[in-house]
């Protein structure tokens, strides 16, 4: 057995809690690698709307087992509010859920120095969720971090005092206000929930599970353009969003690595800062985000929007070798009259297929327009029920990607979504 992995190839919010949701039944484990309470994943089923952080979206499935894998950063407090939201839905929780010990902790600290770093950047700064994230995985590289696993030590108090003390140091270059004890009295309490879930070796958990034959998926958080070496650096997130992601953040061989499914929205959007070529600052760009609804799950900042990008979504699809392609939001584009797509960029007058080293050079996109649908395909359930247009679309995506696409979404509850082949 291989494990397939879903991954967003654009900057996010591409809908992988939705198809991870949808997935989820025909695997036995489900398995988040990278990233932390910076994801957003809605789900909707039963005229209900979730939002999962740093739980796998596999998790409103009966014999499913959900891991945080050990790539994963946690914030303890954000953590147990999504347990107790779970737990109101009468969702089993502590039967379905394993977390790595050797995922890494978000401390109090964290979240300040993100804050603070965010304020002292002024107009360059990232755009960061500010959930603690950049400064998580700076401890866990510079080996200073403390690990899920580490709570059960009787030295964990004492390890963690040392390292808020040293925070507490780096902040003083800051002039930043803040108060830790609030959060810190949550946080402590919360470590307490962690501990009432199963904490395992992770990495061979999956692989006896591969062993044994069963069926694994892997669930990116953010999307390819966020990755830390191949993203828009340095407007990125702090871990590996790419395929390769998955072997490091769950311990397994680059062999053992089966399907990789690609998802990308019709369009694009971007929460945060950074390069944005195909953005459309204008009517066509408010309609995109009032339609799309395209407000941050976890933030609730209003999305950047814009058309989709080729270029882009090639480079996401080499890095990490995507066998097959979900669109998801078809519906949000049914009542525009063209539908445009970059097929190039233009640089300093110069075409080119390639994302650029510089991304503060003026890129110009050159586009490919499409006659759009104009009906709603929101009920359609078929292939062979879509409009020709749409259809045309997508063949082109497919033509240029040289990726099939195999999943059409067309609205954001499970059923909206269409099998091909
Ligand atoms: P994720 O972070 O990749 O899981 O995506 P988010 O949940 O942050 O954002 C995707 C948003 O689009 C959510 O509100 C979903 O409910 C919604 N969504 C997912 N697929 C579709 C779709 O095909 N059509 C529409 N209209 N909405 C969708
Ligand atoms: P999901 O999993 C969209 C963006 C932030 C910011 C940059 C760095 O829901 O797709 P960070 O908090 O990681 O330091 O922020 O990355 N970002 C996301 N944008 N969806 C996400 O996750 C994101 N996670 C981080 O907006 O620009
Ligand atoms: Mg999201």
């Known amino acids: 057995m291989k494990v397939n992995v879903v991954l967003g190839l654009q900057w996010g919010d591409e809908g992988k809690g939705k198809i991870v949701d949808v997935l989820t039944p025909a695997y036995s484990v489900i398995a988040r690698f990278q990233g932390g309470p910076n994801a957003g994943h809605s789900l909707e089923f039963d005229d209900k709307k979730f939002v999962l952080h740093t739980i796998p979206s596999g998790i409103f499935h009966e014999k499913v087992t959900n891991i945080i894998g050990s790539g994963v950063v946690i914030d303890p407090v954000i953590f147990e509010e999504e347990v107790s939201q779970l737990k109101k839905l009468g969702?089993?929780?502590?039967?379905?859920?394993m977390i790595a010990k050797r995922a890494h902790l978000i401390l109090p600290t964290h979240r300040i120095i993100d804050a603070a770093s965010e304020a002292a950047k002024g107009k360059t700064k990232i755009g960061s969720t500010l959930k603690g994230i950049g400064p998580a995985y700076m401890d866990k590289t510079g080996r200073n971090g403390l690990r899920v696993g580490d709570i059960l030590s009787p030295a964990f108090k004492e390890r963690y005092e040392a390292l808020k003390q040293k925070h507490l140091e780096f902040?003083?270059?800051?002039?930043?206000?803040?108060?830790?004890?609030?959060?810190?009295?949550?946080?402590?309490?919360?470590?307490?929930?962690?501990?009432?879930?199963?904490?395992?070796?992770?990495?061979?958990?999956?692989?006896?599970?591969?062993?044994?034959?069963?069926?694994?998926?892997?669930?990116?958080?953010?999307?390819?353009?966020?990755?830390?070496?191949?993203?828009?650096?340095?407007?990125?997130?702090?871990?590996?969003?790419?395929?390769?992601?998955v072997c490091t953040g769950l311990g397994i061989a680059p062999g053992k690595i089966g399907n990789v499914f690609g998802i990308f929205k019709a369009y694009c959007t971007r929460v945060g800062s950074g390069p944005f070529p195909t953005e459309l600052?204008?009517?066509?760009?408010?309609?995109?985000?009032?339609?799309?609804?395209?407000?941050?799950?976890?933030?609730?900042r209003p999305r950047r929007t814009g058309w989709l990008d080729l270029v882009a979504l090639k480079y996401a699809v080499?890095?990490?070798?995507?066998?097959?392609?979900?669109?998801?939001?078809?519906?949000?584009?049914?009542?525009?009259?063209?539908?445009?797509?970059?097929?190039?960029?233009?640089?300093?007058?110069?075409?080119?297929q390639q994302l650029p080293f510089?991304?503060?050079?003026?890129?110009?996109?050159?586009?490919?327009?499409f006659k759009g649908w104009k009906r709603s395909v929101a009920a359609m359930r078929k292939e062979e029920e879509l409009p020709f247009e749409l259809m045309t679309y997508i063949r082109f995506i497919e033509k240029e990607t040289g990726v099939p696409i195999q999943i059409i979404s067309?609205?954001?509850?499970?059923e909206q979504t269409i099998l091909r082949n």
């Not at 395992?200 to 990755?227: F, H, R, T």
């Open 358 to 369: 510089e991304t503060n050079e003026p890129i110009e996109p050159v586009y490919k327009e």
């Open 281 to 300: 600052n204008d009517d066509t760009g408010e309609r995109l985000r009032r339609i799309g609804h395209e407000f941050g799950a976890t933030t609730g």
């Open 410 to 414: 067309v609205g954001s509850h499970r």
């Open 318 to 352: 080499m890095i990490s070798g995507v066998t097959q392609l979900f669109i998801t939001k078809a519906d949000v584009l049914d009542t525009f009259d063209t539908v445009k797509v970059a097929v190039a960029y233009k640089i300093n007058g110069k075409e080119t």
């Open 91 to 97: 969702v089993p929780v502590y039967e379905r859920l």
């Open 171 to 245: 902040l003083k270059q800051f002039d930043f206000e803040y108060n830790v004890a609030d959060y810190e009295k949550q946080w402590l309490q919360s470590i307490e929930e962690v501990k009432k879930f199963t904490l395992i070796e992770s990495e061979y958990v999956i692989n006896e599970a591969l062993a044994g034959s069963q069926k694994i998926l892997a669930e990116g958080a953010q999307g390819s353009l966020l990755d830390i070496d191949f993203g828009s650096y340095p407007f990125v997130t702090s871990s590996n969003t790419v395929c390769a992601g």
